[in-house]
């Protein structure tokens, strides 16, 4: 699905500037 690819993307882009603890909120929210 197009949603769960973007959401892994967004969690990669998330990881390396490094705020993976809010990826998690953003994901759930």
Do not use: P
């Not at 959401?7 to 909120?25: D, P, Q, R, W």
Request: avoid cysteine.
């Amino acid at each position: 699905m197009e949603l769960e690819s973007n959401v892994k993307a967004i969690v990669l882009l998330e990881t390396l500037i490094g705020t993976g603890n809010n990826s998690k909120g953003w994901i759930r929210k």
